[in-house]
């Protein structure tokens, strides 16, 4: 809490937020015992929206842990909702600009802490841009390091250098990134990989892990949240 207002965010100014036309927000819960987390700006993975099944239940996990979420949608997305049909994502400079765009919408309205960051591609576009904008920090779920089949081509020069606290929660056997190929990269020290154990792209585990689903998705809410609060 900072001056009775969650996050730096009060009541109005989250309405606000939400008024800006294409962002989607949860406002933070703050009954529990460690309060708020900050705010976090959370992108969509290159084939599911804003809204899908992982993105809306790890907003309201992340909600529920104090952690502020605003989501939002790159262009080709937004046509896909309108259009129906598939569309491509948009070339990167149009990704990044997008990126851009929201942080500039938002970071007004926030006195405290704003991460950026996102599920697979959303959170690879934000850790292209994290030190350009400032970001307080940086949270990536299931982080695309290479195309799937391709570890032997990796994109992660901009990682070794990064300077922006960043936290990546990483499934062990996640297609986009194993665990056994990433320990190879030379890394930022101001990154913190954090595994689950035989999870996947989506954080799902194997059954034999003896993990489920949900546990794996509250794990990684909850490192997200105190990730936040240090």
């Not at 104090?66 to 080709?76: L, M």
């Not at 259009?83 to 938002?106: C, F, I, M």
């Not at 959303?122 to 990536?140: H, I, K, Q, T």
């Not at 195309?147 to 936290?167: F, I």
Request: glycine share 12%; charged share 20%; aromatic share 6%.
């Amino acid at each position: 809490m900072i001056n009775g207002q969650s996050a730096g965010i009060d009541g109005d100014q989250w309405a606000k937020i939400a008024n800006v036309p294409g962002l989607r927000c949860d406002p933070p819960h703050l009954a529990g015992k460690n309060g708020a987390s900050g705010c976090l700006i959370l992108a969509h993975g290159a084939g599911a929206p804003m809204d899908s099944g992982f993105m809306e239940d790890m907003a309201q996990r992340l909600a529920r842990q104090g952690v502020g979420v605003v989501r939002f949608e790159f262009p080709y997305m937004a046509e896909r909702r309108v259009s129906g049909g598939k569309r491509p994502p948009n070339p990167q400079k149009v990704l990044l600009e997008t990126w851009r765009t929201v942080y500039a919408q938002v970071r007004p309205f926030v006195a405290g802490r704003l991460a950026v960051g996102g599920k697979s591609m959303g959170g690879r576009m934000a850790s292209l841009l994290a030190d350009e904008l400032g970001a307080d920090a940086l949270v990536c779920l299931g982080y695309p390091f290479y195309a799937v089949g391709k570890p032997e081509k990796p994109r992660v020069e901009h990682l070794a250098a990064l300077r922006t606290r960043t936290l990546i929660v990483q499934g062990e056997r996640d297609a986009l990134g194993n665990r056994e190929a990433v320990e190879g990269y030379a890394l930022s020290p101001a990154i913190e990989l954090s595994w689950l154990v035989a999870g996947d792209h989506d954080l799902k585990p194997l059954k034999a892990s003896g993990f489920s689903h949900e546990q794996h998705l509250q794990a990684a809410a909850q490192q997200v949240a105190a990730f936040l609060r240090e």
